[in-house]
């Protein structure tokens, strides 16, 4: 088990993501054995989904950090996390994932770590291997997870079984919680992990690890041919990560088109696409009318104007609260939703004269809590350089915005509940800054 960390740079500093379960706790305590050897900075972090009660995995984790000495950040996901996961047409579990992963990482810039460790082992990924291969999820999926992944998140265990972990954490005598909904037979995974598994480790004792390398090498095989597929899609038109105009010639047909349609797909939503989206998207294609369209999940809109694919993200804008916790002077950036917002400390401003992606607020404490939303129904606003109010929905209409796009203009609003910013359209007359004083500057863009 010892090997299997090894890839760490000496020095570096790293964010241990540890729910109070087993495996997370074992990858804690090896992490902080190695931490010394390695002179590794090391910061747990837990994320506390909001959906059933924590207190015990808080006690855990907390203890634990204590006697070793190490950093450890408890995050929160906004509330309604399952009337966001109804309008992404996503599982409550997938949904929970997207936003864990987002707060881990937003910890992990706001920290200038070197990435983030996570625990899934070799268990986990024949069963995410099970799962893709149940759903048609084709290459992409049956490849599992990466144990390094864009060189900034580390799987160190994925080449460990859960019973290795186990052995361990009780020959260590190390505390840790089992989460009640693991022995739940609804989910998918959970049915897998109770009735496939065992079988597995019937039929051979060490099969799952042996699959587990199995999904190493498929998953090597996935990258090279993801290469291939993203230089065709690259002759068949423009991609970003928010929308893609692709030829539908350019996609070729048959086996081709479904490789290319796939990698498409996994490219643009965070989680590979299930059997039946990619037949839709044959459909789609394969359509007489001139123009039609499909919504997929992850609020991704599939539209074939003639001989044209567009593929596109929404950004439309989702409550939620932006945690600014400043250290003056700092620059801090958050990713919300398909935004990036940064703010920036500027003792002394010298100048005001800015574009419509960035504005300047005046500084009234040292930590704030900060909203970046869509505009409420009804809302008013003072604009920059008027007395009266008037209604935010009559300044997007003034600024030409359409109305099915008005929620995703992003609104940015303070502490206090004050709106700031309709951001790119209209400064307001709250907290404005004048030469010489102290300011945040606020800059906004979409994520790529």
């Given at each position: 088990?010892?090997?299997?960390?090894?890839?760490?740079?000496?020095?570096?500093?790293?964010?241990?993501?540890?729910?109070?379960?087993?495996?997370?706790?074992?990858?804690?305590?090896?992490?902080s054995?190695?931490?010394?050897?390695?002179?590794?900075?090391?910061?747990?972090?837990?994320?506390?989904?909001?959906?059933?009660?924590?207190?015990?995995?808080?006690?855990?984790?907390?203890?634990?950090c204590?006697?070793?000495g190490?950093?450890?950040?408890?995050l929160?996901?906004a509330?309604?996390i399952?009337?966001?996961?109804?309008?992404?047409?996503?599982?409550?579990?997938m949904?929970?994932?997207?936003?864990?992963?987002e707060?881990?990482?937003?910890?992990?810039?706001?920290?200038?770590?070197?990435?983030?460790?996570?625990?899934?082992n070799?268990?986990?990924q024949?069963?995410?291997?099970?799962?893709?291969?149940?759903?048609?999820?084709?290459i992409?999926?049956?490849g599992?997870?990466?144990?390094?992944?864009?060189?900034?998140?580390?799987?160190?265990?994925?080449?460990?079984?859960?019973?290795?972990?186990?052995?361990?954490?009780?020959?260590?005598?190390?505390?840790?919680?089992?989460d009640?909904?693991?022995?739940?037979?609804?989910?998918?995974r959970?049915?897998?992990?109770?009735?496939?598994?065992?079988s597995?480790?019937?039929?051979?004792?060490?099969?799952?690890?042996?699959?587990?390398?199995s999904?190493?090498?498929?998953?090597?095989?996935?990258d090279?041919?993801s290469?291939l597929?993203?230089?065709?899609?690259?002759l068949?038109?423009?991609?970003t990560?928010?929308?893609?105009?692709?030829?539908?010639?350019?996609?070729?047909?048959?086996?081709?088109?479904?490789?290319?349609l796939?990698r498409?797909?996994?490219?643009m939503?965070?989680?590979?696409?299930?059997?039946?989206h990619?037949?839709?998207?044959?459909?789609?294609?394969d359509s007489?009318?001139?123009?039609a369209?499909?919504?997929?999940?992850?609020?991704?809109?599939?539209?074939?104007?003639?001989?044209?694919l567009?593929?596109?993200?929404?950004?439309q804008?989702?409550?939620?609260?932006v945690?600014?916790?400043?250290?003056?002077?700092?620059?801090?950036?958050?990713?919300?939703?398909?935004?990036?917002?940064?703010?920036?400390?500027?003792?002394?401003?010298?100048?005001?004269?800015?574009?419509?992606?960035?504005?300047w607020v005046?500084?009234?404490?040292?930590?704030?809590?900060?909203?970046?939303?869509g505009?409420?129904?009804?809302?008013?606003v003072?604009?920059?350089g008027?007395?009266?109010?008037?209604?935010?929905?009559?300044?997007?209409?003034?600024?030409?915005?359409p109305?099915?796009?008005?929620?995703?203009?992003?609104?940015?609003?303070?502490?206090?509940g004050?709106?700031l910013?309709?951001?790119?359209?209209?400064?307001?007359?709250e907290?404005?800054?004048r030469?010489?004083e102290?300011?945040?500057l606020?800059s906004?863009?979409?994520?790529?």
């Amino acid at each position: 088990m010892w090997q299997t960390t090894s890839g760490f740079g000496t020095g570096q500093r790293l964010v241990i993501a540890v729910s109070g379960g087993i495996d997370s706790v074992v990858l804690l305590h090896v992490m902080s054995t190695l931490a010394s050897n390695l002179n590794l900075s090391l910061i747990a972090a837990t994320v506390d989904h909001g959906l059933r009660p924590f207190e015990k995995e808080k006690a855990v984790i907390g203890e634990f950090c204590r006697s070793h000495g190490i950093p450890w950040k408890l995050l929160g996901l906004a509330p309604g996390i399952e009337e966001r996961a109804r309008l992404k047409t996503a599982s409550i579990e997938m949904q929970c994932r997207v936003e864990r992963y987002e707060a881990l990482q937003q910890l992990v810039a706001q920290e200038s770590a070197a990435g983030l460790v996570l625990a899934h082992n070799a268990d986990d990924q024949v069963e995410t291997a099970i799962l893709a291969l149940l759903r048609g999820t084709g290459i992409q999926g049956l490849g599992g997870m990466r144990r390094v992944r864009d060189g900034a998140i580390w799987r160190p265990f994925l080449e460990v079984s859960r019973e290795a972990i186990t052995t361990y954490a009780a020959r260590h005598e190390l505390s840790f919680v089992e989460d009640p909904t693991n022995a739940e037979d609804g989910p998918l995974r959970n049915r897998i992990r109770h009735a496939v598994m065992p079988s597995l480790g019937k039929l051979e004792s060490d099969a799952v690890l042996k699959m587990a390398r199995s999904c190493r090498v498929i998953g090597e095989e996935r990258d090279a041919v993801s290469t291939l597929l993203d230089a065709q899609l690259e002759l068949a038109g423009e991609c970003t990560s928010q929308r893609c105009d692709l030829s539908v010639d350019g996609l070729s047909k048959g086996p081709l088109r479904r490789l290319l349609l796939h990698r498409l797909l996994h490219r643009m939503a965070p989680y590979p696409p299930e059997e039946k989206h990619l037949r839709l998207l044959d459909e789609l294609l394969d359509s007489t009318k001139g123009s039609a369209s499909i919504s997929l999940p992850f609020g991704l809109e599939a539209t074939r104007e003639y001989n044209r694919l567009i593929l596109t993200r929404s950004t439309q804008v989702e409550d939620g609260i932006v945690p600014l916790r400043w250290r003056i002077p700092t620059e801090e950036r958050f990713q919300v939703g398909a935004w990036v917002l940064t703010v920036h400390f500027v003792d002394r401003v010298d100048d005001l004269v800015l574009d419509e992606k960035r504005a300047w607020v005046s500084v009234e404490d040292s930590a704030e809590t900060w909203q970046l939303r869509g505009a409420e129904p009804s809302e008013r606003v003072t604009p920059f350089g008027m007395e009266g109010s008037r209604l935010v929905s009559d300044i997007l209409v003034d600024a030409k915005v359409p109305k099915g796009r008005r929620r995703e203009v992003p609104i940015l609003v303070d502490t206090r509940g004050r709106v700031l910013w309709i951001v790119g359209i209209k400064r307001t007359n709250e907290r404005l800054v004048r030469i010489g004083e102290a300011g945040w500057l606020v800059s906004i863009e979409t994520a790529r």
